[in-house]
């Protein structure tokens, strides 16, 4: 797929956008077709379990196999000639330490990773000076101030390069704090310098001059930090020239005292406090006989078996769909930054750009339209068929604007219907499996900061999803009718048919002294119809039915909006 994505977008942009570019490099794109342009390592062939080897046409010298293991990893040379038409490289594996490529000036992950090695070995390979068709480094020697500039990597990155990133700065600053801080006799003694084309050691005599002349011009400070004066002068060029005996040795000199570290340099740079994080373990309100006899009743896991007219089904999804689909047309939003290179840690120049995808329709990537409806509306091939034929042309139309929301929101409005038949015909089977109590207390992304110290609960801590949800649980805390509760976790699901269910909460109450009155309760804040989608009210349906008449009569459940609402709900019970 993304093959066939890159060739059209190439021959699109060489095509519309030779005008940007000079005659030459326009000759050098219009030489090569976009096949010939990217080749893809893929190291291991799964059968043979051996490395696939790239062909070579004896004539041109070139590869002809989209392995092209020779060129990629072997043949730099070759690689890096203007001659061969490789230029973009893929990858399912990454290209790892031992890859002598210097010349990576882009790089655009398509998949996320949590791989900090991989991520270090993808970098790496754009953090080298490039070099020309010569193989001669393209340094500051050469560019001057223009090395930044063509030195540029570009990363196409996706949201897992952020924590890799910050992790990478603050790696950055514990390196440059190791770095020589301080200019000392014995910094410069010993180091190796080039005169020429030969290496001159600086001895303690030299170091002991270099550390006059920088006092003398006041480079240095009391406790031998190099000063701003220092770095000031030699921005603005008009650094004090180094006295006769050192004049030989003058240009290495000056690259030693410019490398000894600024510590100053950290003082802006983000310092993270290390924090203890609490546990929420199963405290005592678990043990207690009231949660035990509850959770002896919901800790079980069902299946369901429905029925309903799928020829019924077909013509509400026909009405629906040619009524509500609207599918807006895809944009993109490219955001463009370059790192700064005083603030190692911020973007300068950001700017974002909003475009319109017009080109979708003329892709070649093929999508399973049915089997991806069948398998979101838990439907047939052959319903999704029938629904697909009945719509409006022009509504069969919209794919084209956009096939992930086109699928997307025709799953939803036939799921919508779909709901809205499936009540009154399921039917609940209890299976062997059981919920573990390890559910409450599984290690996820918890936010300390926002939790609810509670009393009655069965872990220290609630994590609610709203602050309604706040309120109930302190409302619980401060209730006399209330023994002990939790609050379900997103795992404790019951199946439907339009997707799984997850309850709120679970409570052991009392009434009149007589205690085990347990209730499964839902917080939504407000039960307004306008509040809840169709699919998340027959998904309460469905739930109501399991607790309240297949299930057992021991469990009750109840959707609220208030405490209130549920001691109402409980004085109703007979």
């Not at 035990?292 to 077909?314: C, F, G, M, P, R």
Request: net charge negative; with cysteine; proline share 2%.
């Amino acid at each position: 797929m993304f093959q066939k994505i890159f060739e059209e977008e190439y021959a699109r942009l060489v095509s519309e956008e030779f005008h940007i570019w000079d005659e030459d490099y326009n000759e050098y794109l219009r030489r090569f077709t976009p096949q010939e342009v990217h080749r893809g390592y893929f190291s291991i062939d799964k059968k043979t379990n051996r490395v696939i080897d790239g062909k070579v046409e004896k004539k041109t010298g070139l590869s002809d196999d989209i392995s092209a293991y020779d060129l990629i990893l072997k043949n730099k040379e070759r690689l890096l000639s203007f001659d061969e038409p490789t230029r973009f490289i893929f990858s399912h594996s990454a290209l790892r330490e031992g890859w002598d490529n210097p010349n990576v000036f882009q790089i655009c992950t398509l998949r996320h990773s949590n791989s900090t090695t991989a991520k270090r070995q993808e970098v790496g390979r754009g953090l080298r000076l490039c070099v020309d068709k010569n193989g001669v480094r393209m340094d500051k020697e050469l560019l001057g101030e223009d090395v930044h500039e063509v030195n540029k990597l570009t990363v196409i990155a996706n949201e897992s390069y952020a924590d890799f990133t910050s992790a990478l700065q603050k790696e950055t600053r514990e390196v440059l704090r190791e770095r020589a801080a301080k200019a000392t006799v014995a910094y410069f003694t010993g180091k190796q310098i080039k005169i020429g084309e030969e290496l001159h050691t600086i001895d303690e005599s030299e170091a002991s001059r270099i550390i006059i002349y920088l006092e003398d011009n006041g480079y240095i400070d009391e406790d031998k930090h190099i000063t701003p004066e220092y770095r000031e002068a030699i921005t603005n060029g008009n650094v004090a020239p180094l006295p006769s005996k050192l004049q030989p040795i003058a240009e290495g000199v000056t690259r030693l005292i410019n490398s000894i570290f600024d510590p100053k340099a950290l003082d802006d740079m983000v310092t993270e406090e290390k924090t203890t994080i609490p546990e929420n373990k199963l405290n005592e309100n678990f043990g207690k006989e009231e949660f035990q006899a509850l959770w002896k009743e919901i800790n079980h896991q069902y299946v369901y078996t429905v029925n309903y007219d799928s020829d019924e089904l077909i013509e509400k999804a026909i009405l629906h769909l040619n009524a509500e689909l609207n599918v807006k047309q895809l944009r993109y939003i490219m955001v463009e930054g370059t790192q700064d290179e005083k603030q190692v840690t911020e973007f300068g120049d950001t700017r974002s750009q909003s475009h319109q995808l017009t080109d979708v329709c003329t892709s070649t990537v093929r999508y399973d339209l049915v089997g991806d409806i069948a398998r979101g509306a838990n439907l047939t091939r052959r319903t999704v068929v029938k629904i697909l034929q009945g719509i409006k042309e022009s509504k069969l139309y919209l794919f084209k604007n956009n096939p992930e929301e086109f699928i997307r929101k025709v799953i939803g409005i036939i799921k919508e219907q779909k709901s809205t038949m499936i009540v009154e015909t399921i039917h609940y089977n209890m299976t062997e499996g059981k919920y573990d109590s390890n559910i409450f207390t599984v290690k996820s992304k918890m936010d300390f900061d926002k939790a609810y110290e509670a009393k009655k609960h069965i872990t220290d801590y609630v994590f609610s999803d709203s602050k309604g949800e706040r309120q109930f649980a302190h409302d619980l805390d401060e209730a006399s009718e209330v023994t002990v509760y939790a609050k379900l976790p997103r795992s404790f699901q019951i199946p439907t048919p339009v997707g799984n269910y997850a309850p709120d909460w679970a409570i052991a109450m009392k009434k009149d002294g007589v205690k085990h009155i347990f209730f499964i309760a839902e917080t939504k804040g407000t039960m307004s119809s306008m509040q809840i989608t169709r699919i998340e009210e027959a998904k309460i349906e469905c739930a109501e039915k399991l607790f309240n008449s297949m299930s057992t009569m021991h469990v009750k459940y109840h959707k609220v909006a208030s405490y209130n609402d549920l001691i109402d709900a409980m004085n109703a019970i007979a």
